[in-house]
């Protein structure tokens, strides 16, 4: 190996590529999700967020006196099965 291969080699371990999730960075997601994103992220419908709130699958913060609903995002990574740091 020559010496500029092993310096990239120490450049990926110490840098991995950011994770993912349907092309979006996890790292560049806002602490409180909209029920749009949500649905974009999970590739399901506003419904069946909406639906799962109900149900307890995804737990829902109300907002404002209209009762917007806001996801955390660690609970949105935890469905996917992504543990955060």
């Given amino acids: 190996m020559d010496e500029?291969?092993?310096s990239q080699d120490k450049f990926v371990k110490q840098n991995p590529?950011?994770?993912?999730?349907?092309?979006v960075s996890i790292d560049n997601l806002p602490d409180l999700l909209t029920v749009a994103?949500?649905?974009?992220?999970l590739?399901?419908?506003k419904l069946t967020i909406k639906r799962w709130g109900k149900r307890g699958?995804?737990?829902?913060?109300?907002?404002?006196?209209?009762g917007?609903?806001?996801?955390?995002k660690?609970?949105?990574l935890w469905l996917l099965g992504i543990q955060t740091e």
């Fill in 74 to 76: 660690e609970a949105v």
């Fill in 37 to 41: 994103e949500v649905a974009d992220l």
């Fill in 43 to 45: 590739r399901v419908s």
């Fill in 17 to 23: 590529a950011p994770k993912k999730i349907n092309g």
């Fill in 4 to 6: 500029q291969s092993i």
């Fill in 57 to 66: 699958k995804l737990p829902a913060i109300r907002i404002n006196a209209r």
């Fill in 68 to 72: 917007d609903r806001r996801y955390r």
